[in-house]
């Protein structure tokens, strides 16, 4: 089996989403409208998207025409589309058809081309038939009398399993492992498969509008998926197409993202599947000596074991269960990070917060006496509550709450701005220096910094049914409304120009924590605002997403990790943080998230 196949293989073929589309359709008439903001009546969704894992016989949806053999599931690579002439026939013909939303849409694909064979997508409206073929050093793809060998962009894997991305419209872009053409043909309604000199195969077929950035974002996972060996971990891409890999405080993102993308699939087991096995593959460092273990095990263990392993509690009977054992070692994983995030704690006792490591050596700390605590900790914190529950452990929620609010009086400024960094003295807890790690200066607002207040305070005020904590939420939101540049996106510092790079990851993670925010005090008597924030967290996310690439399907550029120069990728590349907030973002404004 090739290093790009998924080790979990799907298991059902799911045609047109039609609740996904609808919803979507809804979204995007409420938050797209004249950038209007005034809900109106969901329409009847005119498009819909549909995921295909082909892990079950064809569908109503799909017609078979011609001498054609179409199976799904168990066949020669496991459970994928085999397309294929019968022995015997005289003319290879024939597809397999499914009907696509409205061009311009978005398709993406895996296929496997072996010697000899070669695949036929029926896509155009004039000349019908592209045909690709596996050469030596790339795919040759022809149709409407051009004939273009398309060698893989750098740094993608070899295999037989070839990524395809299509867009059509009035003509058709075709992407192959990064490299791409385009074709000057319109394109047609339906997709048809068909093969010619041997079996095709064909695996985790996505179609959306080509306007909508949920259906990108899905075709992006896909794309990182078919690049990403298996049991690694995606950082981000930066405009020169290099994806860059990651063993540090982000490895969860890629299973959050993945399961965000399954909650907007549900029905279809091929995100499922995926971020399942990026679940149990980010298992294993729990004991770290990190606080950063919440990002790492809240959004990959804890969701997994939420969504797979209690159908009952979480509403994840839609999910195919996961078995015993593997439910085990998710819950044992979260428990232990979430030991781990007290001990850190317990480390810092004077000073009261969760500090970025309990052992010496913090970034910036001048001696092993010192301890590091940022504003990042109000996302990390909830993993301790999450334990405080499923073990009933009031410790737990004692600590996280001190913690809480030691984090606000100490990094949340009287009006909301906030700063990064508060280093102590780990003897007394007496405050040693602020400053700050990535943002412009010790007074200033780190944007991300900022998002992750909103964010963090708003599930902390929450989870502890504590109004003070809410209240430092949307102070937050609030330096937020009065201080965003009016292209609704921050700088990476709040204190930056105008012509500073933007961080659409920071305008991402904003707007999903508003989007709670709002959610949050629609039932809490408690905020001074509610519709405000839900507002704003929908226009963050609208204007982030402008962000979001047709070419490569789905790119969501933009974003600063740490900002090192213009010569960084990762000054305005694809950071995987964006893509997980991005469409958790989305599942709140479409009121499919919780
Ligand atoms: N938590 C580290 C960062 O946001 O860069």
């Known amino acids: 089996m090739s ?36 809900p109106v009546p969901p329409q009847p969704a005119a498009v819909a998207l549909f995921v295909a894992s082909f892990s079950e ?19 020669t690579d496991g459970e994928v589309l085999t397309l294929r002439s019968p022995a015997g026939a005289l003319v290879e013909a024939g597809e397999a ?19 000899g064979s070669q695949a036929r997508m029926l896509i155009g409206a004039g000349p019908r038939t592209l045909r ?5 050093g790339g795919v040759e793809l022809q149709m409407a009398g051009k004939r273009q060998l398309v060698p893989p962009a750098p740094g993608w894997p070899s295999s037989p399993w070839h990524h395809v991305e299509l867009s059509g419209g009035r003509d058709i872009r075709v992407s192959v492992d990064g490299g791409e053409t385009t074709f000057p043909v319109a394109a047609r309604r339906t997709l048809g498969l068909g093969a010619e000199g041997g079996p095709v195969f064909v695996d985790n077929l996505l179609a959306s509008p080509l306007s909508d950035p949920r259906g990108l974002l899905l075709h992006r996972l896909a794309a990182l998926h078919a690049r990403t060996p298996a049991g690694s971990f995606p950082l981000g891409t930066g405009r020169d197409g290099e994806l860059r890999l990651t063993e540090g405080w982000t490895t969860g993102f890629w299973p959050g993202s993945l399961w965000q993308a399954a909650d907007l699939t549900r029905g279809s087991d091929l995100f499922r599947d995926w971020a399942l096995e990026a679940s149990v593959a980010n298992l294993g460092d729990e004991r770290a000596d990190t606080h950063d273990l919440g990002f790492k095990y809240e959004l ?29 070692r998710l819950q044992a994983s979260g428990s232990k990070a979430a030991r781990r995030l007290s001990t850190l704690i317990r480390s810092n006792r004077e000073a009261g917060t969760l500090p970025t490591r309990a052992g010496p050596g913090c970034t910036g700390c001048s001696s ?94 929450d989870q502890l049914e504590d109004p003070r904590l809410l209240r430092v939420a949307e102070r937050a939101a609030g330096f937020v409304a009065r201080y965003l540049p009016a292209d609704a996106v921050p700088r990476y510092d ?55 690439e047709q070419a490569p399907l789905g790119f969501f550029g933009n974003q600063v990790q740490t900002l090192g120069g213009r010569t960084s990728w990762d000054d305005d590349g694809e950071l995987i943080f964006g893509l997980h907030y991005a469409l958790e973002a989305i599942r709140l404004a479409d009121g499919t998230g919780a």
């Open 368 to 461: 092993d006496g010192e301890s590091d605590t940022i504003i990042d900790s109000a996302m990390n914190l909830p993993l301790l509550l999450w334990a405080a529950r499923t073990e009933e452990k009031p410790e737990y929620r004692a600590a996280a709450t001190r913690a809480a609010r030691r984090l606000a009086a100490l990094l949340v400024r009287r009006n909301g701005s906030t700063g990064q960094s508060v280093h102590f003295r780990r003897r007394t807890g007496a405050v040693a220096l602020r400053h700050t790690h990535q943002g412009l200066s010790a007074r200033s607002t780190w944007a991300r910094g900022q998002a992750w207040a909103v964010h963090g305070f708003t599930q902390l005020g």
């Open 3 to 38: 290093p790009r196949r998924p080790r979990v293989a799907p298991r059902v073929l799911v045609p047109a989403l039609v609740a996904f589309a609808f919803l979507a359709s809804a979204l995007y008439v409420v938050i797209d409208a004249a950038g209007e903001d005034t």
């Open 132 to 136: 690709l073929r596996s050469v030596g």
């Open 494 to 548: 709040y204190a930056a120009p105008d012509a500073a790079p933007r961080d659409t990851s920071a305008g991402v993670i904003t707007a999903a924590g508003l989007l709670r925010l709002g959610i949050v005090c629609r039932e809490a008597a408690t905020c001074r605002e509610t519709e405000k924030w839900t507002l704003l967290g929908r226009r963050m996310l609208r204007e982030s997403l402008r962000a979001v």
């Open 57 to 75: 016989p064809l569908d109503g949806d799909w017609s078979v025409t011609g001498p054609l053999i179409a199976e799904a599931a168990g066949d």
């Open 300 to 328: 990959s263990s804890v969701a997994a074991h939420r969504r797979v392993c209690r159908p009952s509690v979480q509403g994840g009977d839609e999910y195919e269960p996961a078995d015993e054992s593997t439910c085990g």
């Open 97 to 115: 058809s499914h009907r696509l939303p409205e061009p311009p849409w978005a398709v993406s694909l895996d296929l496997r081309l072996d010697p």
